[in-house]
């Protein structure tokens, strides 16, 4: 099992940045594509940036040019870096791994973004 833990969260401005953080259990992490999603009060879970565990990454939404995810399989951790923030973002973010036929998530770090 790989348990997850998310970390960079916090308040900014509309047109900052932020990087969070998912730290994994153990080096199988490596086999394992890893995702981003969030979810808004009141709103449906949504897939934000997946990266396979070969390195491809892929983006949905409003995301597409402004976030970047990556992975270093060598400290078990992806990443999200999240840049021209927008109000529109704020939300719960989570990181998930997926893999051998399973899904596990991480709790969940709250982002904020002000106007």
């Known amino acids: 099992q790989v348990q997850l833990v998310e970390s960079g969260g916090g308040l900014v401005q509309a047109g900052g940045s932020l990087r969070l953080s998912c730290a994994a259990s153990?080096?199988?992490?490596?086999?394992?594509?890893m995702r981003w999603y969030r979810q808004a009060p009141g709103k449906q879970r949504e897939l934000v940036a997946t990266?396979?565990?070969?390195?491809?990454?892929y983006y949905a939404g409003s995301g597409k040019e402004r976030f970047i995810i990556s992975r270093d399989n060598a400290k078990n951790t992806v990443y999200l870096q999240m840049n021209s923030l927008k109000p529109e973002d704020t939300a719960v973010y989570y990181c998930?791994?997926?893999?051998?036929?399973?899904?596990?998530w991480g709790q969940g770090t709250q982002v904020t973004v002000s106007s």
């Open positions: 998930a791994a997926a893999g051998g036929g399973t899904t596990h």
């Open positions: 990266v396979t565990s070969g390195g491809t990454t």
């Open positions: 153990r080096s199988i992490f490596s086999s394992y594509a």
